[in-house]
C-alpha cells in the first residue's frame, strides 16, 4: 500500500521569501513522486515528477524538489516565492502494479504569498 | 488545442435524483481518468477508460456509479440515487497513453446534493 502525507495544509510566505512545502510518502515499491499546482478555477497542472533519476528535480517556474528515499521525503522548494504562485499544491506517489499505474494524492497544502 | 473541458462546472442535485458528469478529453487523447475530492482530502481514483472500454475501476463504488467512454462523444460519469455523502468535487483527466502520472486534468465539476 501506498500513502503520502502532506504536513502543512496551510503555508504563508512573503513575495521574495523561500517557499518550502512537506511531503512525506510510504510505499512498497520503488515510487515516482510528483508536485502538481491547482490554480483557482483551474485544472491541476503538473510541477514536476521524480522517476529514479536524478534525486533533485528541477520544475517548472523555478521549484525543485529532492527525493531522499532515507527520509521518505519528497519536499517541494522555490528560493523566491512570487504572488502568481498563491495555489494549492499536492504531491503525488504514483506505483505501478501489474501494468497498471495508480496515483495517491495528498490532501494538499494551500500556499499565501504576503505582499 | 483546448484543454480537458468538464461540464457543467456546479451541479446541484437533490437526494435521489441522477447526476451526469462529462469530461471532453484533449484532441488526440484516448486515455480518462476520473477522480473523486472529497472535502478537506486529496484526490481518490475512481475509473481508467479507454474509448469504449472500462480499463480500471477499482476506485468506483460498487453501487450507483457508472463510466463510460464511448467511440464518439465525452466520457460520461453517472452517479444514480444520489446521496449527501455524494457532494465532492470530481475531476477527470486525459491522457494520450497509458501515464497516469502525466495526465491532463480538467477544472472539476464540483457536485452539491442537498
Known amino acids: 500500500a501506498q500513502s503520502v502525507t502532506q504536513l502543512d495544509s496551510h503555508v504563508s510566505v512573503s513575495e521574495g521569501t523561500p517557499v518550502l512545502l512537506r511531503c512525506n510518502y510510504s510505499s512498497s515499491y520503488s515510487p515516482s513522486l510528483f508536485w502538481y499546482v491547482q490554480h483557482p478555477n483551474k485544472g491541476l497542472q503538473l510541477l514536476l515528477k521524480?522517476?529514479?533519476?536524478?534525486?533533485l528535480v528541477k520544475g517548472i517556474n523555478g521549484f525543485e524538489a529532492e527525493f531522499k528515499k532515507s527520509e521518505t521525503s519528497f519536499h517541494l522548494t522555490k528560493p523566491s516565492a512570487h504572488m502568481s504562485d498563491a495555489a494549492e499544491y499536492f504531491c503525488?506517489?504514483?506505483?505501478?502494479?501489474?501494468?497498471?499505474?495508480?496515483?495517491?494524492f495528498g490532501t494538499g497544502t494551500r500556499l499565501t504569498i504576503i505582499p | 488545442n483546448a484543454g480537458v473541458m468538464q461540464n457543467p462546472r456546479h451541479l446541484v442535485r437533490r437526494r435521489g435524483q441522477e447526476a451526469r458528469l462529462r469530461c471532453s478529453p484533449m484532441k488526440g487523447h484516448s486515455h480518462v481518468y476520473w477522480y473523486r475530492q472529497l472535502p478537506e482530502e486529496g484526490l481518490k481514483f475512481m475509473v481508467y477508460l479507454q474509448k469504449e472500454n472500462i480499463i480500471d475501476e477499482s476506485g468506483m463504488p460498487k453501487e450507483r456509479f457508472s463510466a463510460e467512454f464511448p467511440k464518439e462523444g465525452p466520457s460520461i460519469l453517472r452517479i444514480q440515487q444520489v446521496v449527501r455523502g455524494d457532494s465532492a468535487a470530481y475531476f477527470c483527466a486525459s491522457s494520450p497513453r497509458r501515464a497516469g502520472a502525466e495526465a491532463f486534468f480538467g477544472q472539476g465539476t464540483r457536485l452539491t446534493v442537498v
Open positions: 521524480y522517476t529514479s533519476a536524478a534525486t
Open positions: 503525488v506517489v504514483s506505483v505501478t502494479n501489474f501494468g497498471n499505474e495508480k496515483l495517491t
